[in-house]
């Protein structure tokens, strides 16, 4: 009897550390429970229907939200999950850019199939908290996928035509192969040290028992940033990225910019933040000199494959999916930092500064793609953008601030977030890092190039098609737009209670367990 209240207080307990998640899982539960009754069987659906669940799903994550702020911050684990400073950050991150991601969905997929669509867009958000809330391999593992399965739907739901029948087939196999790569390389890990419960996990590595020098410990790490990797769109497993950003309706490949990268990063972290924190007595599970130059070279190849790629495209998509390759290698100068000893400025501090700065930058990117479409078609090639200055004024300014910040400059958030990566890699003061401060600065002058080219077309060029619908905006994209320009320029104007709070996150998630 005594177990089995253990048990069921641990489980009490287990749930109340996630209970934002349980919220968006229920909601998701409603929808898919209530939408078929809303649908005919000839797929006919009321007219506005696609407004009720998108702002059901606002609902949804403002509860959600409500009861993050409610939790606290202080350090708590139980079981399969742990509550501290990463959980809260990436729940909020989650939680307004899930909100831009709903308005920037709203009208992408109509009436009829618009539950299952905001539905599975809900269930990925809840996935990236849980990835995020996990201590313990399997659960880790389990939110992974709740990821990757409503992806595969919310990527062919809005639209059903050839690109995207193509876009979710791509990436649907290599998803799946990736998430072999992952669980085969955590059954590595398990096989070394005998649990799957993650602070036990580094509790075997902080007792002496030389698992660093494991030859199991050697291909979880190989086959661990492979299979991650593909989530970030790291190179060499970015190259379903240009073609799924391509075929994939506009609010997907918005979604798919951001969304996998937090997930990707926040896993690392989860797996290795004790000794990134540099906490003297616990070691990472990674073979840290052989992983640390692994993802050096990663780093620096992503970024140069990112830019350089990106300079030859005309497809305005496919120029922000390379874009988004080359963030990534940019955000793994911070991850490589931060896993060595510090400098003055902490390496993970900036990652996680830069994770959110880019989701707001790149998602305003994509709102504006959405807002300013022509009522017939969408915005594919630069061709598109000729003359928008002309034709959409403000549509144009929006977008103009959105790149300004990915290139760099400021006033935009973006300088502050490339700024804090090159001084945490220059101020650790090994030669390596030095190397690679050097080589983020040179790549963001090479970025510069392509992002400025689409303002010249904006600005410098009439447009192509005069019979372009100047008063056509769709509104929600517009206001997403809107909220993503505020917190570009905010944050580059008030950047301090965003960095605060990331510096107070590392002390709290080392002292748990």
Aim: net charge neutral; proline share 4%.
């Amino acid at each position: 009897m005594n177990l089995t209240e253990n048990a069921l207080k641990n489980l009490n307990g287990a749930v109340h550390l996630v209970l934002p998640e349980a919220v968006l899982l229920a909601t998701v539960c409603v929808i898919f429970f209530a939408a078929p009754f809303l649908v005919s069987e000839r797929g006919e659906a009321p007219a506005g229907l696609r407004h009720r669940w998108g702002w059901l799903s606002l609902l949804a994550l403002l509860t959600a939200g409500w009861l993050c702020w409610n939790t606290g911050v202080a350090p708590r684990t139980t079981g399969p999950f742990v509550a501290d400073g990463l959980t809260v950050f990436v729940r909020g991150l989650t939680l307004v850019t899930g909100a831009i991601l709903v308005l920037l969905h709203w009208n992408q997929a109509d009436d009829s199939r618009s539950a299952e669509s905001h539905a599975c867009l809900l269930a990925i958000l809840a996935g990236v908290d849980l990835v995020a809330a996990a201590n313990d391999m399997v659960g880790l593992f389990v939110a992974l996928e709740l990821i990757s399965i409503p992806t595969y739907l919310f990527l062919l739901l809005p639209r059903r035509d050839a690109p995207a029948q193509e876009a979710t087939l791509k990436y649907f196999l290599l998803s799946i192969f990736s998430s072999a790569i992952v669980l085969f390389g955590l059954s590595y890990l398990y096989g070394a040290t005998g649990t799957t419960n993650l602070t036990a996990m580094h509790q075997a590595f902080a007792s002496g028992k030389n698992l660093p020098h494991n030859i199991l410990v050697a291909v979880a790490t190989v086959m661990l940033i492979a299979g991650l990797g593909f989530r970030l769109t790291a190179v060499p497993f970015h190259f379903y990225a240009p073609d799924v950003f391509q075929g994939a309706p506009t609010s997907a490949a918005a979604m798919l910019s951001f969304v996998p990268k937090v997930a990707g990063f926040v896993a690392l972290l989860r797996l290795m933040l004790p000794a990134a924190a540099g906490e003297a007595s616990m070691h990472s599970w990674m073979m840290l000199p052989a992983a640390t130059t692994v993802l050096w070279w990663l780093a620096v190849i992503t970024m140069f494959t990112g830019n350089l790629m990106a300079l030859l495209q005309t497809d305005v998509r496919r120029l922000l999916a390379f874009s988004s390759v080359s963030h990534a290698g940019y955000m793994m100068v911070g991850l490589v930092v931060g896993m060595q000893a510090s400098g003055q400025v902490n390496g993970i501090n900036a990652l996680l500064f830069y994770l959110a700065v880019y989701g707001i930058m790149t998602l305003g990117a994509f709102a504006v793609l959405t807002a300013a479409a022509r009522s017939d078609r969408r915005i594919q090639t630069q061709d598109d953008l000729a003359g928008l200055s002309q034709t959409k004024p403000v549509m144009a300014l929006i977008l103009a601030i959105f790149l300004f910040s990915l290139t760099g400059l400021p006033p935009t958030a973006g300088f502050l977030g490339k700024f804090n990566l090159f001084f945490a890699a220059w101020s650790q003061g090994s030669e390596a890092s030095r190397s690679l401060a050097c080589l983020l600065a040179a790549n963001a002058a090479l970025g510069a190039w392509y992002y400025l080219r689409l303002i010249g077309v904006m600005y410098l060029r009439d447009p192509v098609d005069r019979s372009n619908d100047t008063g056509s905006i769709e509104a929600p994209s517009l206001v997403a737009a809107v909220l993503c320009t505020i917190g570009t320029i905010g944050l580059f104007l008030a950047p301090g209670p965003l960095w605060h709070q990331i510096e107070s996150l590392v002390g709290t998630v080392v002292s748990v367990g």
